[in-house]
């Protein structure tokens, strides 16, 4: 659930409610003003559950950030694009290595990380379909990002 407030000007704060049954995190969270922006260029953020959203350089920074001790990261196919996550949320089946969870996905260009526009952003979403898998523990069915 977001709650976005809008002032004067190109500032827009944003209030995200965020409910994981854990006492000393859920509420509120990521409440800092940042630039609104029309950049055509961004990182995808999409979930193994197919829901996806853009995040700006602010974010990409942020979420860089927190994954520094813990990424993962997949290159998709023969493209440029690589799928950056937490490994720690990565687990081993006997069919191979699967991933649960959001992801980012950026553009690897000389060894620097790019952002996407909105082409190649379509272009990921076709190329995570083929790397999903269903998996399937009791009554419970969910897609995983298959690793290896």
Do not use: W
């Not at 809008?6 to 704060?13: A, L, N, R, V």
């Not at 490994?87 to 290595?97: H, N, P, S, W």
Request: hydrophobic content about 40%.
């Amino acid at each position: 659930m977001e709650f976005k407030y809008f002032s004067k000007g190109d500032i827009q704060e944003e209030k995200l409610v965020e409910i994981k049954l854990n006492p000393l995190t859920d509420g509120f969270v990521n409440n800092s003003p940042h630039k609104v922006t029309d950049d055509k260029y961004n990182a995808l953020i999409i979930g193994t559950n197919g829901d996806s959203r853009k995040a700006d350089s602010e974010e990409i920074c942020i979420i860089l950030e927190r994954l520094k001790n813990c990424a993962g990261s997949l290159m998709l196919g023969d493209s440029d694009y690589i799928v950056l996550f937490n490994d720690e949320k990565a687990f081993d089946l006997e069919e191979g290595r699967f991933f649960v969870g959001s992801m980012m996905v950026m553009k690897m260009n000389d060894e620097k990380l790019c952002p996407l526009s909105d082409d190649e952003i379509s272009e990921v979403k076709e190329l995570l379909q083929d790397r999903m898998a269903i998996l399937i523990s009791g009554d419970h069915q969910f897609s995983a990002l298959t690793l290896s």
